[in-house]
Nanobody, 123 residues
Framework: QVQLVDSGGGLVQPGGSLSLSCTAS????????MGWYRQRRGQERELVATMMNDGRTNYLDSVKGRFTVSRDDSRNMAYLQMNSLNSVDTAVYYC?????????????????WGQGAQVTVSS
């Protein structure tokens, strides 16, 4: 089975930096998209940053210039570097990946989620 494990996060003061990492494991043939969503208290989950396997990225407008998503496909890992954090960034951050695994007919591709990592920005 495919499993995504989030790590990182924690408590940081406004203006500080944190990084998150995500490791995918299982019978993975290909990861099409890998990145991060977040859910703030009382809000719906929203896309933060994703990277396609061709390197194209997509960012939430409010994090552009502050957050950077990257991937290491040799390790099935993704990273989110978060700089200039502010209280609005406080949320649970979830790794998400569209992972392709082998089946009897070829490949099956589906989205998977990590368990989430709490990021709290507070003085």
């Amino acid at each position: 089975q495919v499993q995504l494990v989030d790590s990182g996060g924690g408590l940081v003061q406004p203006g500080g930096s944190l990084s998150l990492s995500c490791t995918a494991s299982g019978p993975i043939v290909r990861i099409d998209v890998m990145g991060w969503y977040r859910q703030r208290r009382g809000q719906e989950r929203e896309l933060v940053a994703t990277m396609m396997n061709d390197g194209r990225t997509n960012y939430l407008d409010s994090v552009k210039g502050r957050f950077t998503v990257s991937r290491d496909d040799s390790r099935n890992m993704a990273y989110l570097q978060m700089n200039s954090l502010n209280s609005v960034d406080t949320a649970v951050y979830y790794c998400n990946a569209v992972v392709c695994i082998p089946n009897s007919y070829g490949l099956t591709c589906a989205p998977y989620w990590g368990q989430g990592a709490q990021v709290t920005v507070s003085s």
